[in-house]
């Protein structure tokens, strides 16, 4: 229970050649990290923008269908609507 296989000690090697194989490997991979960070954040805020844009159409929509409602005409021409 307490050796490891040969594929457990195959994986550790590869894992630590990977990160301290070259210099300067690990700021790399950070450096990256931040980027994917940051690129998520702003895909967020774009996607929460994209959301209010279009909440903000539709209700600009759903009031002039309103408003058009309020206007519209019977078969006769006359105007209907609320009296206000």
Do not use: P
Not at 8 to 23: E, P, Q, R, T
Not at 63 to 81: H, I, L, W, Y
């Amino acid at each position: 229970m307490g050796a490891f296989s040969i594929w457990h000690w195959l994986i550790v090697l590869v894992v630590v050649l990977l990160l301290f194989g070259g210099s300067g490997k690990i700021s790399q991979l950070m450096g990256d990290m931040a980027k994917g960070i940051r690129s998520f954040k702003k895909g967020l805020t774009e996607d929460d923008e994209a959301d209010s844009a279009k909440g903000e159409e539709k209700k600009a929509l759903e009031n002039k269908r309103q408003a058009d409602a309020g206007q519209s005409t019977t078969a006769s021409g006359e105007k209907t609507g609320t009296q206000g």
